[in-house]
């Protein structure tokens, strides 16, 4: 029997905002695969969350007075994840942050495909300023990135399925995937990947799809040597291996927003390293 699961929760609240009938919502669980019955009382506790007001603000969990309350995931159990066209294993699993590592997320060839085509589009990262939502060029972050549309093509596509299999969460709700590349001294000081609440240069960023609520990282080389992705308040280190990845969630269900996924790029000390990162929303986005 089916699960409503975060995924399919959230699935239910984007198509109540979106207007969605109630009997055309239990048809398509039914489709899924869901017994009607607990369709139908799954879309109607979705109507009834709707009637009891709008969500409630973002806020950045404090570990004093407010401490994150840690969900369930909405990634699968297991050591083995089948994802759409492919079996990718599970390395790690953390729960405070809540985080997941992942082995063979792309093959050899998915990599190096991505590296290629992408090496003649880079352009210098930016980084958004949280007081006026543009996106700046600014030191901390030496990278050059080139962003692709949402199914682009048919290898993005394939790509964007099998990330929307494996964490679980709606195809619709990611943001278009970026491949970045850094060279040899690059780095991307740690930070938060969501949009900070209280800055008045989130709202731009937030109107379409709403707050983010979790990462993916996937790598495409192996580093020679530094190039981690690293979380300092949790003291862990992902090293770069390509076709690996790092998941992670900072975003609950109450909209709680979990400070201890701050994390950054230490810097490479040897090669070159490049990576393609899938941003996922709360709602459709784009
Ligand atoms: O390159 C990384 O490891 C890294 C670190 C922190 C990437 C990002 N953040 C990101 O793309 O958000
Ligand atoms: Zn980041």
Known sequence: MRVVDAAWQEWLSSNVARGCTPGSMVDAMVQAGFADGEARVAVHHAFDRRASGPAAPATVADPATN??????????????????????RVLLRC?????????????AAECAELIERSRHRLKRSTTVNPLTGREDVIRNRTSEGVWYRRGEDQLIA??????????NWPLENGEGLQVLHYGTSGEYSPHFDFFAPDQPGSAVHTAQGGQRVATLIIYLNDVADGGETVFPTAGLSVAAQAGGAVYFRYMNGERQLDPSTLHGGAPVLAGDKWIMTKWMRERAYG
């Open 67 to 88: 401490p994150y309350r840690y969900d369930a995931a909405p990634v699968a159990r297991g050591n083995l994840i089948h994802a759409a066209d492919r079996e990718v």
């Open 95 to 107: 729960e405070r942050p809540q985080l997941v590592v992942f082995a063979d997320v792309l093959s």
């Open 158 to 167: 394939r790509v964007e399925r099998r990330i929307a299999s494996l964490t």
